[in-house]
């Protein structure tokens, strides 16, 4: 079995002896979708007279189909122009439906081709989510009819910030190079289109109400402060410049969301919820008589009033409303998913509160940490997750009792691009990395990590055939 290299593994694999011998594996293979697999299994049987792939629907036989292809590339010259094959039986399921990749596209804008070649990957993972973070305080990246201005202004800011950003700093170096743009709504639809083709859902997320310092800058109306004029963000951290709580501002969101949901018909919707300081809220006059009518206590439980108004669009056309941990702390509908990002804790306290939970939590698959020595490493924002961590990640947390176990319904890896300019860039901090994450998200057996590596390697060659970069392999 050495030579067959499988990312991630499948939950069963077995090699007997003797070889199927064919001029063409590929076309030659019989594929059926049948009714006695569940919907997410599939099988693949190679036997001397030839290969069958069988799964309970197209998209577990897309899965059978990488998986295959994968398996096919041990097979070893027969000559006369025939190849001779192993003979395998596979049986294999994912353990979570959700199994996914974030991409911030705010704070470096990254070209559609690209998104394309991530979507390549996440498929040959067999991922079935990309997580799509359109919008945030450094950039507005969805074209919106209603509201041109959020790409004509919005998208771009004049200049970034050099080096790295540290806790409280106000006096920053900038790089004097605007930068940004923005996908048109039939680059979103293209991109909706060739990522179901091959059995993913992109998942857009509208950061709301706070990471909105973009969107106030080009319809400063949305801010708490609409007499200045802001600029597109042009430093990393948490801006207090968040949305009002005006009912014109809830429609505006409304309008925007309706757009949005016309472009992808994911099932789930990401409305953020994330680092929204109250401040502005506590200060201004029109949010103080808001709260004062809701009778609520405090300026941040503006926050879920705010995600309940606008979630009003979701749930008329049937989504579902997924946001970060915070929301947990907000009141938000008792039907979001909720994303646990801060620790896998989070997850743990969204669960016990009867929430689906999507793991995501930064100690172990936020992609944008260090993966070496800070001094021999790309800038990063911090901390250090290495393969081997990421391969080490439990995705259950082992404080919930069997029935809160249920409400994981998967887990997903982040890649925040405040230091990462381009595809180059992305493609270091993603890989391997990812190609572990994999191997947790889908629930391949627990090896060893030597093991591991002994399938990863030949597996870098097929990272390479799709022109994505990558982190070489510590030796």
Known sequence: MSDIAIVPAPRELTVDEGRWVTADPVADAVRDVVENLDATEYRID???????????????????????????????????????????????APRFGWRGMMLDVA??????????????????????????????DQGWRVEI????????????????????????????????????GFYTKDDLR???????????????????????????????ELGNH??????????WGISEDV???NDATVEFVKTVLREVLDIFPSPYVHLGGDECPSVQWAESDAAQKRQAELGLGEPGQLQGWFTAQVAEVLAEQGRRLVGWDEMVETDCPKDAVIMAWRSAERG????KAGHEVVMAPCESVYFDYYQGDPATEPLAIGGN????????????????????????????????????????????????????????????????????????????????????????LDS
């Open 385 to 472: 997750i290495t393969l081997e961590k990421v391969y080490d990640f439990e995705v259950i947390p082992a404080a919930l009792s069997e029935a809160e176990q249920e409400l994981i319904i998967g887990t997903q890896c982040q890649i925040w691009t405040e230091y990462m300019e381009g595809p180059e860039q992305v493609g270091y901090m993603l890989l391997p990395r990812l190609s572990a994450f994999a191997e947790r998200a889908w629930g391949s057996p627990k090896v060893s990590y030597d093991e591991f590596l002994g399938r990863l390697r030949p597996h870098l060659k097929r990272i390479e055939k799709l022109g994505v970069n990558y982190r070489p």
């Open 226 to 235: 609409p007499d200045q004029q802001l600029t597109v963000r042009p430093y």
């Open 348 to 351: 743990v306290v969204a669960a």
């Open 107 to 136: 704070r470096h804008f990254m070209p559609k081709e690209f998104v394309r070649n991530v979507i390549d990957v996440l498929a040959l993972h067999r991922l079935n989510v990309l997580h799509f973070h359109l919008t945030d």
């Open 243 to 245: 949305l009002n709580v």
């Open 46 to 92: 190679i036997g001397t007279d030839g290969a069958r792939l069988t799964a309970g629907s197209e998209d577990a036989l897309r899965h059978a189909e990488t998986t295959y292809a994968q398996l096919v590339e041990a097979a070893e010259d027969a000559g006369d122009g025939q190849v001779a094959v192993p003979l395998a039986h596979v049986a294999d």
């Open 145 to 180: 009819e209603a509201y041109p201005r959020l790409t004509e202004v919005g998208a771009w800011r004049e200049h970034t910030m050099v080096g790295k950003m540290s806790h409280g700093q106000t006096e920053f170096t900038y790089d004097g190079i605007r930068h940004g």
């Open 190 to 220: 293209e991109i909706v289109a060739y990522a179901a083709e091959r059995g993913i859902t992109v998942v857009p997320e509208i950061d709301l109400p706070g990471h909105m310092q973009a969107a106030i800058a080009a319809y400063p």
